[in-house]
T-cell receptor
Framework: DGGITQSPKYLFRKEGQNVTLSCEQN?????MYWYRQDPGQGLRLIYY???????QKGDIAEGYSVSREKKESFPLTVTSAQKNPTAFYLC??????????????FGPGTRLTVT | SQQGEEDPQALSIQEGENATMNCSYK?????LQWYRQNSGRGLVHLIL?????REKHSGRLRVTLDTSKKSSSLLITASRAADTASYFC???????????FGAGTTVTVRA
């Protein structure tokens, strides 16, 4: 059963705490992405990775960090420096492209609430 | 940055009717993609149209692309209640594989 899994589905944290969101894929995709979605808005790119041990900042990377130690895994840490962390976080993957985009496969998302 | 902008923001139609939504973008693109998102879920890829294509079909979906006007439309024919969702267009510039998503059109299909 191929796909992308994100856990947990709902996450609650106190302000000032770091929290790590999990993303795993078994599609053998090289590229992985993290997006943030706020109510009534589109997706904004936080970080992306083309290959293992390499990643780049997206449009809203401040207050977030990632790692890509394995091809299948791309965890996102929301740090205490992120001013408005409450949001819906989506992980996606795609075939590595080398200059053109292909369809992205999305996980079910993690809804993070920070109080 | 969000390059694509969908119009309208929301659309309510009767089951069986057609739904049309539009996407406008600002810069040159490699391709344009449409995704669907059911409430509280991840996005599902619907269709990809390349910059050298003008129209594409997939089942009840029809997508057009007009690069001279920097716009695309998504038509859902014979809508069903299950089509109730938000629809997003996403673009990627030439020589890049990152996607920029619009804010989406929320479609409600009434039974």
């Amino acid at each position: 059963d191929g796909g992308i899994t994100q856990s947990p589905k709902y996450l609650f944290r106190k302000e000032g705490q770091n929290v790590t969101l999990s993303c795993e894929q078994n599609l053998n995709h090289d590229a992985m992405y993290w997006y943030r979605q706020d109510p009534g808005q589109g997706l904004r790119l936080i970080y992306y990775s083309q290959i293992v041990n390499d990643f780049q900042k997206g449009d809203i990377a401040e207050g977030y960090s990632v790692s890509r130690e394995k091809k299948e895994s791309f965890p996102l840490t929301v740090t205490s420096a992120q001013k408005n962390p409450t949001a819906f976080y989506l992980c996606a993957s795609s075939v590595r492209t080398g200059g053109t985009s292909y369809e992205q496969y999305f996980g079910p998302g993690t809804r993070l609430t920070v109080t | 940055s969000q390059q694509g902008e969908e119009d309208p923001q929301a659309l309510s139609i009767q089951e069986g009717e057609n739904a049309t939504m539009n996407c406008s973008y600002k810069t040159s693109i490699n391709n344009l993609q449409w995704y669907r998102q059911n409430s509280g879920r991840g996005l599902v890829h619907l269709i990809l149209i390349r910059s050298n294509e003008r129209e594409k079909h997939s089942g009840r979906l029809r997508v057009t692309l007009d690069t001279s006007k920097k716009s695309s439309s998504l038509l859902i024919t014979a809508s069903r209640a299950a089509d109730t969702a938000s629809y997003f267009c996403a673009t990627s510039p030439p020589d890049d594989y990152k996607l920029s998503f619009g804010a989406g059109t929320t479609v409600t299909v009434r039974a």
